[in-house]
Nanobody, 113 residues
Framework: QGQPVESGGGLVQAGGSLRLSCAAS??????MGWYRQAPGKERELVAQ???????MYADFAKGRFTISRDNAKNTVYLQMNSLKPEDTAVYYC?????????WGQGTQVTVSS
């Protein structure tokens, strides 16, 4: 198995914040990442964190989004601040174990003007 479950999406006004959660089904992941996909666009990386808590962010996320992890809960979070309408998308969590990736079902984030 290994499929994660996302939560925390919703509707927020521009400039607001949301915190997304990704609960992994098992411990010991090598990498967990947040991706997003807007209508008519390709899925793109937002941020990722590895087992050593090394993080990486897409340019659009730097300074606004923060990815973190709670090893005890097998959970990764994405704190999103200063949200913009262009952040509107379905946000997906991807969990990797020994080179095999598992996608969650996604959580909708909608940012209004």
């Amino acid at each position: 198995q290994g499929q994660p479950v996302e939560s925390g999406g919703g509707l927020v006004q521009a400039g607001g914040s949301l915190r997304l959660s990704c609960a992994a089904s098992r411990s010991g992941f090598s990498l967990m990442g947040w991706y997003r996909q807007a209508p008519g666009k390709e899925r793109e990386l937002v941020a990722q964190i590895d087992r050593g808590s090394i993080t990486m962010y897409a340019d659009f996320a730097k300074g606004r989004f923060t990815i973190s992890r709670d090893n005890a809960k097998n959970t990764v979070y994405l704190q999103m601040n200063s949200l913009k309408p262009e952040d509107t998308a379905v946000y997906y969590c991807k969990t990797v174990y020994v080179g095999v990736g598992y996608w969650g079902q996604g959580t909708q984030v909608t940012v209004s003007s």
